[in-house]
């Protein structure tokens, strides 16, 4: 299919490029693409349980997968993964279901892409270059782009040698002459190889002027102080939903892994009338490449600068333990193990939602359910911020009342002959400005 090739023997450079699932014609026809999933049980992790998600995330780039083909071996085999009789079933496979290309349940080097494409007569990604394809496709600001073509740069670069072997192929001469000691294909190898390192360091600088903005950002909350309220959790959970219920903001939302990559800011007003800013960031899947979670961990550090963290699960999901396992492992290599954390499991209108511990927040985004419980516990998670007062403002000061409302909430308002008597909140911060009218 012309729209979705991988050609390792020509340019290495482009391989990622080539990649297009959803075709720019608008009129053409839209159709999943067949895919045959491929996996080695070495028994590390529930291998059926990975190859779930690896469907999902097929499904999430516009294919469909259409059948597996699993071997258990303690070791792999070096040049292909599986073993030769199950490279031979697994090309059956592929025919029978007229597949267009086989996704491998893990990290393949360059050659082992190579003599599976070669073995199996149809195209082949790794689990990690399945992940860069949905992530190209999902970024919308320019530095998700940025952090993406980074990303893949990073996965390119150590298989350049595989994957342009037919280009490094020694040229003619004789007699220890130029030609034997360098070819053609060595030079090209060389020259992309230095592109790849040139390309990476421009990245770098950019998105380290990127995050020196986020950082000038992030001061002015602190110096207004704005309480930043970060959700995080497994991709899919539903934290962008959860957002939209919260807030009233239209984030793109979608039943699918990775429907969210940057990172959304949005006010909530919690129920004491406080003011925060809630944070919806990239989700996390289980055994993402260290490479991966370095490029993202820009996005992903607005969870370390968070004034409370909201642990999102998926009530319905019989691993939301699991997930939670993988969302603690990542905010724990962001040094996020001291910020108050509030876990909750959204989408417990589902069919299969459990119950769970009384002390765990049920919510669900879709019908309201839990919300208001969820806006209580956030407002006792930052009950030092705030506090309530009653005041007595001389009506040459109402200027004052501005600040409360503003900055705080009003619960009673009532005019008297010498000013105007109020009950509300007011962040500590704002407190000074009515302790000489407080009652």
Do not use: W
């Not at 071996?73 to 086989?102: D, F, I, Q, Y």
């Amino acid at each position: 299919m012309d729209d979705f090739t991988l050609d390792f023997t020509s340019d290495p450079l482009s391989t990622l490029d080539d990649l297009d699932p959803f075709p720019s014609d608008p009129e053409e026809e839209h159709h999943a693409i067949p895919v045959v999933l491929l996996a080695l049980d070495q028994g590390k992790f529930d291998a059926q349980r990975s190859l779930d998600e690896l469907a999902a995330l097929a499904e999430a780039n516009g294919m469909e997968a259409v059948a597996t083909v699993t071997q258990k071996r303690s070791t792999p085999e070096a040049a292909t993964m599986l073993g030769e009789g199950k490279v031979a079933e697994a090309r059956l496979v592929c025919m029978n279901t007229r597949a267009e290309a086989a996704i491998f349940d893990g990290e393949l080097s360059g050659s082992q892409i190579r003599n599976l494409s070669a073995a199996l007569q149809v195209e082949v990604l790794d689990r990690t270059m399945l992940i860069l394809e949905i992530f190209k496709s999902r970024a919308s600001t320019n530095e998700g782009k940025l952090q993406t073509e980074l990303a893949m740069l990073r996965y390119q670069l150590p298989r350049l040698q595989g994957l342009g072997e037919a280009l490094s192929r020694q040229g003619g001469g004789g007699g220890g002459g130029g030609g034997a000691r360098r070819g053609a294909g060595e030079t090209k190898l060389e020259l992309d190889r230095r592109h790849l390192h040139h390309r990476i360091e421009h990245l770098e600088g950019r998105l380290k002027e990127l995050e020196k903005r986020r950082g000038e950002t992030r001061r002015a909350r602190q110096k207004n102080n704005v309480p930043v309220v970060a959700l995080v959790g497994y991709t899919n959970v539903g934290k962008s939903s959860l957002m939209n219920a919260l807030c009233g903001a239209e984030i793109f939302e979608a039943d699918m892994l990775f429907a969210t990559l940057d990172p959304t800011a949005r006010r909530l007003t919690l129920p004491s009338g406080l003011t925060v800013v809630l944070v919806d960031t990239v989700g996390f899947v289980s055994r993402l490449p260290h490479h991966l979670v370095d490029a993202f961990k820009s996005t992903l550090e607005e969870a370390a600068y968070a004034d409370v963290i909201l642990k999102v699960a998926d009530a319905s999901d019989n691993e939301a333990a699991a997930q939670l396992a993988v969302t603690d492992e990542v905010l724990e290599s962001l040094g996020c193990s001291d910020i108050p954390q509030i876990v909750v499991y959204n989408k417990c209108d589902k069919p299969g939602a459990v119950s769970f511990d009384p002390a765990v927040l049920l919510t669900s985004a879709k019908t309201g359910r839990g919300l208001d419980e969820l806006l209580k516990r956030l407002d006792e998670t930052l009950s030092h911020r705030v506090r309530t007062i009653e005041v007595l403002l001389p009506y040459d000061k109402l200027s004052l009342a501005d600040i409360l409302r503003s900055r705080g909430s009003v619960a009673e308002e009532e005019y008297r002959a010498d000013g105007v008597y109020y009950k509300g909140t007011v962040k500590i911060d704002d407190l000074h400005r009515f302790e000489e009218y407080m009652l």
